[in-house]
């Protein structure tokens, strides 16, 4: 569900290093869930999605793993680069429904 | 491909005065469009979305209304403006059939009431 009144939490890494960045979702009736990026001053842009029939998706340096059993995702990004520095949203849509729903979002800072 | 506009880019209004912003969606048709607000470091809360012209479902009570006079373009509007209403506001799309399932946003607007 909604996570909209939480300050956000924050994750550095150093460059080069992979990155873990986790989202709890609320509703086991989710069906499809993505990931998105935030840059400053920007609109979310999209990175990764994922169906709730499948358990892992890779992408570019980029993987998602979903754990429905505990109502867990994650993203993985590899070889954490000073240009991946941004807010990390997960969004989650019901299966009935045109609603998505985002977390609170986590805030990646790539240390040089 | 699809293109999403959102104007203006930033906008400073003073308390009491009405508000408009639009949204503009290019490159497909029957589009569902969404309006959210984000405050200051935080999360993404969802306003308001239509699934066709005239048809707008609202997910949070408030001041703010929405409008879908054209397939492809949604509106948010308000009479009179409070200060929790600054924002940055976001606009976004999906295909109503679901061919499209990604939510894709706008470049958003940023909204300061004094």
């Known amino acids: 569900g909604e996570s909209v009144g939480l300050h956000l939490p924050t994750l550095s890494v150093q460059e080069g290093d992979n990155s873990i960045i986790n989202c709890a979702y609320s509703?086991?009736?989710?069906?499809?869930f993505i990931w998105y990026k935030q840059e400053s001053g920007k609109g979310p842009q999209f990175i990764i999605d994922?169906?709730?029939?499948?358990d892992k998706r890779q992408g570019q340096r980029v993987t998602v793993l979903l754990n429905k059993t505990v109502k867990h995702l994650s993203l993985q990004i590899a070889a954490t680069q000073p240009g991946d520095s941004a807010v990390y949203f997960c969004a989650e849509r019901l299966y009935t429904g045109n609603q998505f729903y985002f977390g609170t979002g986590t805030s990646l800072t790539v240390i040089p | 491909s699809q293109t999403i506009h959102q104007w203006p880019a930033t906008l400073v209004q003073p308390v009491g005065s009405p508000l408009s912003l639009e949204c503009t969606v290019e490159?497909?048709?029957?589009?569902?469009l969404y309006w959210y607000r984000q405050a200051a470091g935080r999360g993404l809360q969802l306003l308001f979305y239509?699934?066709?012209?005239?048809?707008i479902s609202s997910e949070v009570p408030q001041n703010l209304s929405a409008s879908r006079p054209q397939d492809r373009q949604f509106i948010l509007s308000s009479k009179k403006l409070l200060l929790s209403d600054s924002g940055f506001y976001l606009c976004?799309?999906?295909?109503?059939?679901?061919?499209?399932?990604?939510?894709?946003f706008g470049p958003g607007t940023r909204l300061l009431v004094l």
């Open positions: 976004a799309w999906n295909a109503r059939d679901r061919s499209i399932e990604t939510q894709y």
């Open positions: 490159g497909t048709s029957n589009p569902n």
């Open positions: 239509s699934v066709g012209i005239g048809q």
């Open positions: 994922i169906r709730s029939n499948m």
């Open positions: 509703n086991s009736a989710s069906d499809y």
